[in-house]
């Protein structure tokens, strides 16, 4: 079964917009803000998309939790592995993002 382009950036923009709408909510109801993250994921699933990279440091991996550095999450750079560190501190739960180096630098 095929999805018409529209629908999947409709989809998309869906997903964008719960994770704004989970930063915004975070300060005062941090468990909407998981909410949104759950439901963004079942969107993404449904429509066989994925989360655009940018929010991908946003959530655990782990329990979808919304992450917010220096409150429910830690986030380290390691210049040796050349990678960001982002430990879950709801679950422990620990990712790695390498990130490359932009040519000429
Ligand atoms: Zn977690």
Redo the contacts with the bound molecule.
């Keep these: 079964m095929r999805r018409p382009t529209q629908q999947l950036k409709i989809a998309k923009e869906r997903i964008i917009k719960l994770f704004e709408q989970a930063d915004k909510e975070f300060d005062t109801h941090p468990e909407r803000s998981h909410r949104y993250v759950k439901l963004a994921k079942k969107i993404a699933t449904r429509y066989n998309i994925s989360i655009p990279k940018e929010l991908r440091r946003k959530f ?1 991996k ?2 979808y ?1 919304y992450l917010k550095p220096s409150i429910n999450c830690r986030v380290r750079t390691r210049k040796s592995q050349q990678a960001v560190i982002i430990t ?1 501190l ?4 620990i990712m790695r993002y390498p990130y490359k180096k932009e040519k000429g630098k």
């Excluded at 709801?90 to 739960?93: A, F, R």
């Design positions: 655990c782990k329990c939790k879950c709801e679950c422990g739960h």
